[in-house]
Nanobody, 125 residues
């Protein structure tokens, strides 16, 4: 079992920045970490993934160039640095994890079996 705890959400104005953190209860090899978000009335969507050994990353087109996913060496924490925030980034953000057999992280919600409780991000115009 892996417990995930997110923090760092909040309210900012357009163009502002926030950094989300996701702490995992223990380290495991071959683990993918991902950030998803869900806006009211919309489906949960993946926005970034990172493989903790290969360090390969993926970004959704909607956040590419603005958001950066990273992990701290030797620690079980993954970050999502969000810059140039827009009102359409307003959503509940979730951290997720899964242990996989390859190097490519999945991008669908049902591929992930560990989830955090979510943290709200609100961007005002």
């Amino acid at each position: 079992q892996v417990q995930l705890v997110e923090s760092g959400g909040g309210s900012v104005q357009t163009g502002g920045s926030l950094r989300l953190s996701c702490g995992a209860s223990r380290y495991t090899y071959n683990r993918c970490m991902a950030w998803f978000r869900q806006a009211p009335g919309k489906e949960r969507e993946v926005i970034a993934t990172i493989h903790n050994d290969a360090r390969t990353t993926y970004y959704a087109d909607s956040v590419k160039g603005r958001f950066t996913i990273s992990q701290e060496n030797g620690k079980n924490t993954v970050y999502l640095q969000m810059n140039s925030l827009k009102p359409e980034d307003t959503a509940m953000y979730y951290c997720a994890a899964v242990i996989i057999g390859g190097w490519s992280c999945p991008r669908r919600t049902y591929d992930y079996n560990y989830w955090g409780q979510g943290t709200q991000v609100t961007v005002s115009s």
